[in-house]
């Protein structure tokens, strides 16, 4: 087997995909624990201001961590359950 592709290697290293911020079915954290997840990403040396991404997985930081299930590939902050009435 060859060497892995570039979408096989982010798929690795992300628990969260583009299209699960945009499902409208999913649900999102609250806004208090996405700033505090984005506040760890601005505060890490792997962040790029400039265009909110991580430089480790890719992600635009500003809709991976509004993801329940996302989590950092260096482990700063982990996936969330969210428990809904429903």
Known sequence: MGAKSAWEIWKDKNSAKPWDYFNP???????DMKQE???????CDRYIHATT???????????????P???C??????????VTGK
């Open 53 to 67: 991404q991580c430089k480790e997985c890719g992600c635009i930081m500003k809709m991976k961590t509004s993801i």
């Open 25 to 31: 079915k999913s649900i999102h954290v609250n806004e």
């Open 69 to 71: 299930h996302a989590n």
């Open 73 to 82: 590939p260096l482990g700063k902050w982990s996936a969330v359950i969210i």
């Open 37 to 43: 997840r984005l506040n760890i990403c601005k505060s």
